[in-house]
């Protein structure tokens, strides 16, 4: 499968525990997204990498939140200090430059 | 904020009919619009796009109308198959160099045979 592969596709934790999640995007794709999708809403930008350089963040993107892309392959996302409203689905997608945005599955993650 | 919207949450239609599902925006700088499907447990998969400076587009079996007048897109799926069946989202870019896509609420649709 060539697709983009998110790991671990389910995570549970306490509140209060850090977690990470991993990206691999299409090997070819230079740009990374991540998105966050809460039940039975679209999902909401978070952050976009260009190669390994973190061009945008959104708003939503909280200090406890940290991403990093450091050879311009895979990505992980951070999340600090967990909270309850941190749970949902935390989405990767990768593009050439302009082109569509391909998505994986997807980690969902459930704070307790 | 501005954002784009869908018109219903449901969609139900038998096995073969059209089906046509809604999306507004507000967007009026939006100039690329994308349909995505997302299966349960799955990440989105790209349906089809269209610029602003296009009406129509047409796909296998899905169409994309965009009617910028009065800012509505609308997908259509021919001949609707029990596979089809999932959430439907629009969303959109300030032009097609832009990165973040801004999607709606969605559209589930259920397909009965």
């Known amino acids: 499968d060539t697709g983009v592969s998110q790991d671990p596709r389910h995570k549970i934790t306490k509140r209060g525990q850090n977690v990470t999640f991993r990206c691999d995007p299409i090997?070819?794709?230079?740009?990374l997204y991540w998105y966050r999708q809460t039940l039975g809403q679209g999902p909401e930008f978070l952050t976009y990498?260009?190669?390994?350089?973190?061009?945008?963040k959104s708003r939503l993107l909280s200090d406890r939140f940290s991403a990093e892309r450091p050879k311009g392959s895979f990505s992980t996302l951070e999340i600090q200090r967990t909270e309850q409203g941190d749970s949902a689905m935390y989405l990767c997608?990768?593009?050439?430059?302009?082109?569509?945005?391909?998505f994986g599955p997807g980690t969902r993650l459930t704070v307790t | 904020g501005e954002s784009v919207g869908l018109h219903l949450p449901t969609l139900s239609v038998q096995e073969g009919d059209n089906s046509i599902i809604n999306c507004a925006y507000s967007?009026?700088?939006?100039?690329?619009f994308i349909w995505y499907k997302q299966e349960s447990g799955k990440g989105p998969q790209f349906i089809i796009d269209?610029?602003?400076?296009?009406d129509k587009r047409q796909g296998q079996r899905v169409t994309v109308l965009l009617n910028k007048t009065v800012k509505h897109l609308s997908l259509q799926i021919a001949a609707t198959q029990p596979g089809d069946s999932a959430v439907y989202f629009c969303?959109?870019?300030?032009?097609?160099?832009?990165?973040?896509?801004?999607f709606g609420k969605g559209t589930t649709l259920s397909v009965s045979s």
């Open positions: 967007n009026s700088a939006s100039d690329y």
């Open positions: 090997s070819e794709h230079n740009r």
């Open positions: 969303a959109e870019k300030e032009n097609q160099a832009g990165t973040a896509l801004i």
């Open positions: 990498f260009q190669n390994e350089a973190q061009l945008e």
């Open positions: 997608a990768s593009s050439f430059d302009r082109a569509e945005q391909y």
């Open positions: 269209i610029r602003s400076n296009m």
